[in-house]
């Protein structure tokens, strides 16, 4: 109990103590307070900063400010600053200001009064300020602040200036781009007094001198600058006794120089239509690119119709001229370098024709044609005759060595000259001729006409028949001279001319090239022999031309009877000797019957001379007397060649022609091919009907193979049908590639005709195989030898149907024969078939 009681006195007593330590203190902090504030204070100067030496750099601002330590501020006068040159420091001089306005009344801005001092001082609240706007080399040295105190005490302090020049980049951009290929200083030149000390980083890591980088006064050295040297570099300047340190920060990105990787060495443009071309270049930065016309030196981005894109070198030209014609350089640009490269463009003007003209030339003399044409590049000149497709070949032709194509070239004017030339002209050189200018753009045409002169020529006129003339008509002697230039045609009688005879028989009409002779022979004499005689400069030519007098034709040699039927009589003429005269233009015959004499009561009937001389109409069993004549254009004939033919009495009509072309094959029967596959028109003319009207044909066709040189039909597939009042008749629901035999018959009340027989082929359908039908190859198998056509051969055709829907077809023979050589025969045409058959299926 005690013992605690003990502990708690303890704390007690030395709170007590400390209390009185402090009040001691702070007692003697008042008693000393008090001592000051009734001390007197001692009058002088303090500058604040209060450093006695100021160190600053070069071009900083500074201000030093003077401050009286005094017990009476008031009583402080002179206070002022003097420079190392111990002249007092003036105030800042006062600012002016000037208000400007102009016409219309508007202020202007403001102009100020004058510069501001390097230094001056400037009042503040007891104290005077040194202001230095900017401090330089100079203006080191030691400065004094004066004042007086109470007119009675000098006051006076000074501080000491000093500058340095800081660190300071002069030269070192920070972004720097060196070339590809080459060595170059990354720089960076530094100014500082005292001299600063530089080092390099590149991406934070210090640089080495070495063969690679060299570190320079004025940069750093990168010895054959490749891309990979691309990077952020650090130039770091230090001064060791100001303890400045700056870094600069510097980009370097590697440029390359740039490269015109495409463009033809020639363009080639077409006058009137757009074009486009390329220069690629590469580089970095990508090169911007330009195209000049060396011609003009004008960049051509700047001219009409031109457009050029400096990303793609695109140049384009809405629509081409021939100005457009040149070389042109297209030049790549970037920071890293220029480069340029020449390319000529050639416009390709299409091809003008300018000059074709038509010449004449004399016959059996060199004639030349020729054609001048213009276009870039110049065009290539030839010839063709009018109307043909194939051109002359330059030099001489090959299928006549009388022609010769000449052709010149002026590619600098653009111009061609093409010359063809003949020797020894013909007329058949005369004509149409083409000239074609050719180039790459286009193909020009133009027409002209080489005419050939020659003598007056009647080659034309020789084998015409002579000029016929009767009862005094009047006859034109027409004579057309071929010549060039045109003849002048003259008329000679018995070698004397007419225009001299007065003839008023015979007139001339036209004197050339075409001259007319109208003779009016109203006598014997003039059906005579004229002459017309042509002259034009080359020459003269002279026809001889023939009046002769016409006059009826001669008896009919003979007329033949070819055919007869109870109606009609169908004969073969043979005309009047064979003469030069008039035509004959139609025979004559007059029939009657035998037993009447009267010739006027006979009756007629004319043909023209290449018709079926044939009499219908006539009665049956009766005999007629027929004569003959013939006409031209002076009249008809006398009569002759009488004879006397009697018709049969009435029968069956006549065979009937069937009106079809068959195809006629070696060894084997004329076939009709049928256009279709599944039926065929028959048609046919009327036959004559003997004296009874036809009331109907009979038509029957059957399907049929040819065996042993016989046909043999398929009777179960056979039809007949009757048709009355028509010649045609269409067979339908035929089979495909079939052969069939077609019977044609007419009918009257007598009888049948004998019948008109073909053989039809139809063609091949859609759905027919290649072994649908055996009639075919069984025809083209058949028989030839004679002893098998008195036997009977009968053949079943079995066709069916495998479940993959391909035909085939078997053949089964019954042959019956009573003689051990048709039973060879019959073995033998088995063998054939089954061979034929066994070849189809496979």
Partial sequence: MGQHRQQQQQPHSQRWRVCGLYAFAVLYLCCTLIDLTNAEVEPRLEIFPMQGVQRKPVGKSLILTCKPIVPDPNLVSDLQWKDNMNNTILPKPNKYYYPLYDSKGRRLPTVTGRNQPPMYTETLSESLALMITSLSVEMEGKYYCTASYANTELMNTSVIIKTYVAITWTNAPENQHPILGQDYTVKCEVKADPNPTIDWL?????????????????????????????????????VIETGELLERTIRVEVYIQPVITHLPATLEAVEGKPFAANCTATGKPVPEISWIKDATQQNVATADRFQVNPQTGLLTISSVTQDDYGTYTCI????????????????????????????????????????????????????????????????????????????????????????????????????????LAHNKGDTAYKTGHITVEFPPDFSHMKDLPPVFSWEERKANLSCLAQGIPNATIEWRWNGRPLKDAFDKNLVIVGTGPRSDLIVHPVARQYYSVYKCIATNVHG????????????????????????????????????????????????????????????????????????????????????????FAARNQVGLGMWGVNQQQSTPRRSAPEEPKPLHSPVQNDKEEPVVVSPYSDHFELRWSVPADNGEPIDF????????????????????????EDVVETTSYEMSRLSGNTYYRIELRAHNVIGFSSPASIIMKTTRGESDSANNNLGTLLYSAGYNSAADSPHKHYIKFMTTTSTAGTRTATATAIITATTTSVIALATTTCITLISVVAAMLA
């Avoid at 080495?208 to 570099?233: F, T």
């Avoid at 000059?355 to 016959?363: A, L």
């Fill in 202 to 238: 590149r991406n934070g890591d210090p640089i080495r001198s070495g063969d690679k980088y060299v570190v320079e006064a004025h940069g750093l050295l990168i010895r054959n600058v490749q891309e990979s040297d691309d990077g952020i570099y650090t130039c770091r300047a230090a």
């Fill in 332 to 435: 790549a640009k970037n920071d890293a370098g220029v480069v340029d490269q020449k390319t000529k463009m050639n416009v390709l003007v299409r091809p003008q024709i300018y000059e074709f003209y038509n010449v004449t030339g004399v016959s059996k003399k060199e004639i030349a044609i020729t054609c001048r044409s213009k276009g870039r590049p110049a065009p290539a000149i030839t010839f063709r005759r009018w109307g043909t497709e194939e051109d002359y070949a330059p030099g001489q032709q090959a299928d006549d060595e009388r022609i010769t194509l000449e052709q010149h070239f002026d590619e600098e004017r653009g111009e061609s000259t093409g010359t063809l030339r003949i020797a020894g002209t013909t007329r058949n050189d005369d004509g149409l001729y083409q000239c």
């Fill in 540 to 627: 003269t030519a002279e026809h001889d031309m023939q009046l002769k007098e016409a006059r009826v034709p001669d008896l009919v040699a003979a007329a033949i009877p070819r055919q007869l039927t109870a109606t009609t009589i169908t004969f073969d003429i043979r005309g009047p000797p064979t003469e030069l005269g008039l035509p004959i233009t139609a025979y004559s015959v007059q029939y009657k019957e035998a037993i009447n004499p009267d010739w006027s009561t006979a009756q007629n009937r004319s043909w023209s001379p290449d018709s079926p001389y044939i009499v219908e109409g006539l009665k049956p069993q009766t005999a007629y007397q027929f004569r």
């Fill in 697 to 720: 044909y009979q038509i029957k066709y059957c399907p049929g193979v040819k065996m042993a040189g016989a046909w043999h039909e398929l009777e179960n597939q056979c039809a007949s």
